[in-house]
């Protein structure tokens, strides 16, 4: 815990990001001033997201406010399921594919400035409107830092499918809902908890981008 009866924890925070440093040839943070402010950051954030929730519960009612938490998930949901089915109408199309209307596959491969590879296979179920993003094939994690944790491959599959609808959704869980995502463990995109990661933020996040895009043909 970081909060623990409304007080920030700052002293076993430090501790915490400093512990590194005890080992050889290691060091702790270099930025201990931003990363508690950062941290900060994001508790402030949530607990004025809890506050402006609870201001429309006041209002409307936790029956409704909850009703329409899961409208614009449903509307995100079937906003998804019908790019799925557009892109598999598309392809059939184009290919005229004639035996098989309901399923398409879709790859691409990228790589990083050290040659390190990201491989997607999509495969679309155009009937059901559901996806399965497979990233079987990806290099294995790196000793440097731009492994890039689970969830940043999810963030970057929703934002490309979120860029891909034609109208503005709302960011939110629904959009994953006809998505099964493969992430090989140890690799890149699936490190062990000792890898290092700050870089796959910034630069593995972009790669990937690239690659769900170049999949899709955007």
Same mark, same amino acid.
């Given at each position: ?5 409304? %007080?920030?924890?700052? !002293?076993? &925070?430090?501790?915490? *990001?400093? $512990?590194?440093?005890?080992? /050889? ?55 998804? %399921?019908?790019?799925? !089915?557009? &892109?598999?109408?598309? *392809?059939? $199309?184009?290919?005229?594919? /004639? ?120």
């Amino acid at each position: 815990k970081i909060v623990e009866q409304g %007080k920030f924890k700052e !002293k076993e &925070v430090t501790d915490r *990001l400093n $512990e590194p440093g005890k080992l /050889e040839n290691c060091s702790g943070t270099r930025t201990l001033t931003h990363n508690i402010a950062d941290l900060k950051a994001q508790i402030a954030a949530n607990l004025k997201g809890v506050k402006l929730v609870q201001e429309l519960i006041d209002i409307y009612s936790l029956k409704v406010v909850q009703a329409y938490m899961g409208y614009i998930q449903d509307n995100a949901e079937t906003a998804v %399921k019908d790019l799925l !089915k557009s &892109v598999v109408q598309s *392809l059939s $199309e184009k290919e005229n594919n /004639e035996k098989d209307k309901d399923h398409a596959k879709l790859h691409a491969v990228d790589y990083m400035d050290d040659g390190t590879k990201i491989c997607l296979c999509v495969e679309i179920n155009g009937k059901e409107r559901k996806a399965k993003f497979d990233f079987t094939g990806t290099s294995e994690q790196v000793w440097y830092n731009w492994n890039a944790p689970r969830s940043i491959s999810y963030s970057a599959i929703i934002y490309c499918l979120r860029a891909m609808i034609p109208h503005e959704i709302p960011l939110n869980q629904g959009c994953m809902r006809p998505i099964e995502v493969i992430l090989p463990p140890g690799s890149i995109l699936d490190p062990h908890k000792d890898a290092a990661v700050v870089g796959g933020n910034v630069l593995t996040s972009q790669r990937l981008v690239d690659v769900i895009l170049r999949a899709f043909g955007v």
